[in-house]
C-alpha cells in the first residue's frame, strides 16, 4: 500500500552494526507496527505502538528497539546486527472501525525490507 | 486468538473459482474471521473480514459455517495475479481498546494455472 512506506527497501550490514529501519504513514492512522518475516514462515510481531507515547513488546523483541518520533513515523533498530535477523521486515498500521457496539481491524502493511546481516 | 488450520498449498485454474478453507474449531464469540493474502515478499494484503454471517466484497466472498468452526475464502474467477500466500486469521474484536499484532500462521500458498 503506497500510504505506508519503509525506508530502505534493502540493506546489507555487518555483524554488530547498529542499522534503523524507517516507516512512514500518510494514513492518519494511530497505532503502527513492525513484524519480520522468515523464509518459508508467516510474520510475528516485534513491536507495537498505540500513539506516539505508548510502546509495547511484540512476541520477538529481544534485539530490537524502536521509536514512534510522531504519528506518522515509527522506526526499528537493530542494536547491535546479527546474522540470524537476516529477515524480511513490515510495517504496518492499522484502522479500528467501529461495528455493532464494537470495533474490527484492519491492518495495512508497507512493502518490506529486505535486510541481510553478514 | 484462536488457532487456525489451511492446507498448505492449492491449485486451481485461470478463470476458475478458487476455494480456501479454513479450520478454527477453538473459536469464540467475539472472534473475526480474517483473511489476509501476501503476493510474493511483498506486504500482506487485507481481503475480507466476517464475524457469523457471509461477506462479500470487490476481491471475494467469505462463507462461516453456522457453527463458526470453519470457513471459506472464495476467489470467485481467479487469475494469474492472485496467485500467493492466503492467510486465515482469527481475532478478537475490541471495545475501544487496545489491539496487538495479527498472528500469522504459515498459510496456504494458493498457486494459479493457466
Known amino acids: 500500500d503506497a500510504d505506508v512506506t519503509q525506508t530502505p527497501r534493502n540493506r546489507i550490514t555487518k555483524t554488530g552494526k547498529r542499522i534503523m529501519l524507517e516507516c512512514s504513514q500518510t494514513k492518519g492512522h494511530d497505532r503502527m507496527y513492525w513484524y519480520r518475516q522468515d523464509p518459508g514462515l508467516g510474520l510475528r510481531l516485534i513491536y507495537y505502538s498505540f500513539d506516539v507515547k505508548d510502546i509495547n513488546k511484540g512476541e520477538i523483541s529481544d534485539g530490537y528497539s524502536v521509536s514512534r518520533q510522531a504519528q506518522a513515523k515509527f522506526s526499528l533498530s537493530l542494536e547491535s546486527a546479527i546474522p540470524n535477523q537476516t529477515a524480511l521486515y513490515f510495517c504496518a498500521t492499522s484502522d479500528f472501525s467501529p461495528l455493532s457496539g464494537s470495533f474490527y481491524e484492519t491492518q495495512y502493511f508497507g512493502p518490506g525490507t529486505r535486510l541481510l546481516v553478514l | 486468538d484462536a488457532k487456525t488450520t489451511q492446507p498448505t498449498s492449492m491449485d486451481c485454474a485461470e478463470g476458475r473459482a478458487a476455494n480456501l478453507p479454513c479450520n478454527h474449531s477453538t473459536i469464540s464469540g467475539n472472534e473475526y474471521v480474517y483473511w489476509y493474502r501476501q503476493i510474493h515478499s511483498q506486504g500482506p494484503q487485507y481481503i475480507i473480514h466476517?464475524?457469523?454471517n457471509n461477506e462479500t466484497n470487490e476481491m471475494a466472498s467469505l462463507i462461516i459455517t453456522e457453527d463458526r468452526k470453519s470457513s471459506t475464502l472464495i476467489l470467485p474467477h481467479a487469475t494469474l495475479r492472485d496467485t500467493a500466500v492466503y492467510y486465515c486469521i482469527v481475532r478478537v474484536a475490541y471495545s475501544g481498546g487496545g489491539a496487538d499484532g495479527l498472528t500469522f500462521g504459515k498459510g496456504t500458498h494458493l498457486i494459479i494455472q493457466p
Open positions: 466476517g464475524l457469523k
